[in-house]
Every structure is written in structure tokens, then in C-alpha cells.
């Protein structure tokens, strides 16, 4: 992913932090029932999203899946990885196959 759209992901996770929340059109639930939410940046004509997931008790916020856009919906295989992340987030799993992956 290109330096801008890493930086521009950087800004909104330091507005997520601080306020909990963002709005449209930096973000957007994607998947209610899982509550998992899509951060949207642009910079140079390309769309960088971060699929993620946060917990209300403790205010943690989990990235799941980072990408770059390039059609209007949310691509499957995005969010089928981000909801696979999150069900070994919720098994304590995640470090293992993240490990795996990088």
C-alpha cells in the first residue's frame, strides 16, 4: 500500500481513538451482525479501506484486513478474510495464523 494511503489510515485510526467513532465517509459499518467497520481514505485517486472490529468494554480496536479498493462494492474475499480474522480473534487464535500469513 502506497506511504499516502498508510498515512491517511494512521490519521483516522488517531480520530478513532479519540473519539470512538468516525462518520461518513471516513467510515461505515459493513457487516452489522459481526460488527465489523470499513475506514475509508483516499489520496492520488486510489481508495484505501481497513475492515475493523472494536470491542466496547475495553475500547480496543482490531485491524482486521488493509487493502486497496478498486470497485464500488466492498470486495467478498476482503471481507470473508476480515470475518475469518475476527471468529480467531474471538477463539484467542489470532496469532497464530497471523503468523502464518506474514
Request: avoid cysteine; aromatic fraction near 8%.
Amino acid at each position: 500500500m502506497p506511504v499516502e494511503l498508510q498515512a491517511a489510515l494512521r490519521a483516522l485510526i488517531k480520530v478513532l481513538e479519540q473519539y470512538g467513532h468516525l462518520v461518513a465517509p471516513q467510515g461505515k459499518i459493513v457487516d452489522r451482525a459481526e460488527r465489523i467497520f470499513e475506514m475509508r481514505v483516499e489520496e492520488n485517486h486510489l481508495q484505501g479501506r481497513m475492515l475493523y472490529y472494536y470491542i466496547d468494554e475495553d475500547g480496543a480496536v482490531y485491524g482486521l484486513v488493509v487493502f486497496i479498493k478498486k470497485k464500488q462494492k466492498t470486495p467478498k474475499k476482503e471481507l470473508d478474510l476480515a470475518r475469518r480474522r475476527l471468529r480467531l480473534l474471538k477463539q484467542g487464535a489470532w496469532r497464530e495464523e497471523h503468523n502464518e500469513e506474514s
